[in-house]
Nanobody, 115 residues
Framework: QVHLVESGGGLVQPGGSLRLSCAAS????????MGWYRQAPGKQRELVAS???????NYADSVKGRFTISRDNAKYTVYLQMNSLKPEDTAAYYC?????????WGQGTQVTVSS
């Protein structure tokens, strides 16, 4: 059974930082492309950052230079380091694992950026 468990969300002031983690189980983690998505109330879910099985990365324009995605295959974990957070980064953040036709989602972790 596949599980993706996100953690690390919370309330942070503008300009602050958070590191999200997504721990995977039930998959051969190293072969999966991993992504972080977010969904704000009333908006569609959007891609924030992704990392391929060989660690090539891609970022949404809105987070370039502020967020960094990384993976630790030995720990079956993908991370999202978020710096210089803005109120518009407030959303539920979801982890996604993709390989071929297989897609798995985590349950999400809430990030709120507010003073």
């Amino acid at each position: 059974q596949v599980h993706l468990v996100e953690s690390g969300g919370g309330l942070v002031q503008p300009g602050g930082s958070l590191r999200l983690s997504c721990a995977a189980s039930g998959i051969i983690f190293r072969i999966y492309h991993m992504g972080w998505y977010r969904q704000a109330p009333g908006k569609q879910r959007e891609l924030v950052a992704s990392i391929t099985s060989n660690s090539m990365t891609n970022y949404a324009d809105s987070v370039k230079g502020r967020f960094t995605i990384s993976r630790d295959n030995a720990k079956y974990t993908v991370y999202l380091q978020m710096n210089s957070l803005k109120p518009e980064d407030t959303a539920a953040y979801y982890c996604k694992a993709t390989y071929d036709l297989y897609n798995y989602w985590g349950q999400g972790t809430q990030v709120t950026v507010s003073s």
